[in-house]
Each structure stands twice: as structure tokens, then as C-alpha cells.
């Protein structure tokens, strides 16, 4: 599975971004999908997950802010992030697999930058 992730760019703080992971080369909806970032200095971490069934998992640092989906028919994942925070600002990765927990798949990341 080769993922491309987009949309990311500057915002203020407050604002909001829809970030696209586009999925090609295998079945995308029989994979798990999330989105994770790094910010400098930091270790990767995770975001959110959304199973083929749609079930969803946030890290507490987003949960209510940002929302996880995916479009099967396109082969395509979504991040939407509303209330952005600057501690929000990192590349973010979109990532799959068989799981949530096995991620065997990642795209180059998208840079989101939060100025406050």
C-alpha cells in the first residue's frame, strides 16, 4: 500500500485543517488507517485510528477536536482538526495495516504549523 498524505499548511490558532491520506496499490478497505505526527525535538506519537469497521481512537490531546474518517470507495483516509492549538504544530503521518496495532504501511508526512 503506497499512502500520500496532503493538506496540511499555516494556520492560527483556532483554526482548522482537513488533512487527506490517499491510499493506493491494495484493498484499502480491509486495513486499519491513523494519523500520527512528530514534532521537533520529539518522538512520534500517535493521533488517531479508525478500523475497516469504522470504529475510532483519539489520543486525549485531540479527542473532541479532531475527527477521523475514511472514504473506502475512494481509498481515502481524513483528519479534520478544528480548534487547532500551536502545541498542535508537527508533520503529521498517515500510516496502515492489518490493525490499529500493526501499522505496516506510511506515507511522507504533511507539515501542519500552529501560530498563536
Known amino acids: 500500500v503506497q499512502l500520500q498524505a496532503s493538506g496540511g499548511g499555516l494556520v492560527q490558532a483556532g483554526g482548522s485543517l482537513r488533512l487527506s491520506c490517499a491510499a493506493s496499490?491494495?484493498?484499502?478497505?480491509?486495513?486499519?488507517m491513523g494519523w500520527f505526527r512528530q514534532a521537533p525535538g520529539k518522538e512520534r506519537e500517535f493521533v488517531a485510528t479508525?478500523?475497516?469497521?469504522?470504529?475510532?481512537s483519539y489520543a486525549d490531546s485531540v479527542k473532541g477536536r479532531f475527527t477521523i474518517s475514511r472514504a473506502n470507495a475512494l481509498s481515502m483516509g481524513f483528519l479534520q482538526m478544528n480548534s487547532l492549538k500551536p502545541e498542535d504544530t508537527a508533520v503529521y503521518y498517515c500510516?496502515?495495516?492489518?490493525?490499529?496495532?500493526?501499522?505496516?504501511?506510511w506515507g511522507k508526512g504533511t507539515q501542519v504549523t500552529v501560530s498563536s
Open positions: 500510516a496502515a495495516g492489518p490493525t490499529i496495532r500493526a501499522m505496516d504501511y
Open positions: 496499490g491494495r484493498t484499502f478497505s480491509g486495513y486499519a
Open positions: 479508525i478500523s475497516w469497521s469504522g470504529t475510532t
